[in-house]
C-alpha cells in the first residue's frame, strides 16, 4: 500500500470517529465611526525679503526709475481675498506715500498693472480668489514728486497685508 492510500485511509477514519458537526464560526461586530478633517480659510504671503531700493540720484537730476517687487499669494481654494499696503507714512487719501527723512519728503506710490494699491481694506487689489496655488503680483514703486530736498536717505516702512 502506498503512503498516499494509508494517509487518506487515516484521514477517513478520523473524520468518522471525529465528526465536523461541532465546529462553530467565529462570530465578529463591528461599530462605525467618522474620520473628519476641517478645513479653514487661510492665506500666506511671500517676497523676496528683499528692500526696494530706488538708485542714488543727485536732486537736480530727473527723478530714479521705477523699481519693482514681486510678491505672492496662496489662499485656500476659493477663498476671496483682498491685497493691500500699509505705509508708516502716509498722506491725505489712501494710495498716497511718502519717505521722509525727518520733516522732509517724497512722494511714492506702489501699482499693480494700472491700478494703485491703497493703504486700507478696499484700496487695493480687491476681489481676488484663492486658487490653492501661489499667484504672483509684481508691483511697481513709483516716485510721484520729485522736488529739492536736503541730500540724505529717505524711507517709508510698507506692511503688505492680505484680507480673507
Same mark, same amino acid.
Given at each position: 500500500?502506498?503512503?498516499?492510500?494509508?494517509?487518506?485511509? =487515516?484521514?477517513? !477514519? %478520523?473524520?468518522? &470517529?471525529?465528526?465536523?458537526?461541532? /465546529?462553530?464560526?467565529?462570530? #465578529?461586530? @463591528? *461599530? $462605525?465611526?467618522?474620520?473628519?478633517?476641517?478645513?479653514?480659510?487661510?492665506?500666506?504671503?511671500?517676497?523676496?525679503?528683499?528692500?526696494?531700493?530706488?538708485?542714488?540720484? =543727485?536732486?537736480? !537730476? %530727473?527723478?530714479? &526709475?521705477?523699481?519693482?517687487?514681486? /510678491?505672492?499669494?496662496?489662499? #485656500?481654494? @476659493? *477663498? $476671496?481675498?483682498?491685497?493691500?499696503?500699509?505705509?508708516?507714512?502716509?498722506?491725505?487719501?489712501?494710495?498716497?506715500?511718502?519717505?521722509?527723512?525727518?520733516?522732509?519728503?517724497?512722494?511714492?506710490?506702489?501699482?499693480?498693472?494700472?491700478?494703485?494699491?491703497?493703504?486700507?481694506?478696499?484700496?487695493?487689489? @480687491?476681489?481676488?480668489?484663492?486658487?490653492?496655488?501661489?499667484?504672483?503680483?509684481?508691483?511697481?514703486?513709483?516716485?510721484?514728486?520729485?522736488?529739492?530736498?536736503?541730500?540724505?536717505?529717505?524711507?517709508?516702512?510698507?506692511?503688505?497685508?492680505?484680507?480673507?
Amino acid at each position: 500500500m502506498s503512503k498516499f492510500s494509508i494517509s487518506a485511509f =487515516a484521514l477517513s !477514519a %478520523a473524520l468518522i &470517529a471525529f465528526p465536523l458537526n461541532n /465546529v462553530t464560526a467565529a462570530t #465578529t461586530s @463591528g *461599530t $462605525g465611526f467618522t474620520v473628519q478633517v476641517q478645513v479653514t480659510a487661510g492665506c500666506a504671503i511671500t517676497t523676496d525679503g528683499a528692500a526696494v531700493t530706488f538708485a542714488s540720484t =543727485a536732486g537736480t !537730476a %530727473a527723478a530714479p &526709475a521705477d523699481q519693482t517687487h514681486s /510678491v505672492g499669494i496662496t489662499c #485656500t481654494t @476659493g *477663498t $476671496g481675498y483682498t491685497l493691500y499696503i500699509t505705509s508708516a507714512n502716509t498722506v491725505t487719501g489712501n494710495t498716497a506715500r511718502i519717505m521722509t527723512n525727518g520733516s522732509e519728503s517724497i512722494g511714492y506710490r506702489i501699482l499693480q498693472g494700472a491700478n494703485v494699491i491703497g493703504n486700507t481694506v478696499g484700496t487695493g487689489l @480687491g476681489s481676488l480668489t484663492g486658487s490653492g496655488i501661489e499667484q504672483s503680483y509684481t508691483l511697481t514703486y513709483n516716485i510721484t514728486n520729485w522736488t529739492a530736498v536736503t541730500p540724505n536717505t529717505y524711507t517709508d516702512t510698507a506692511t503688505l497685508q492680505v484680507d480673507f
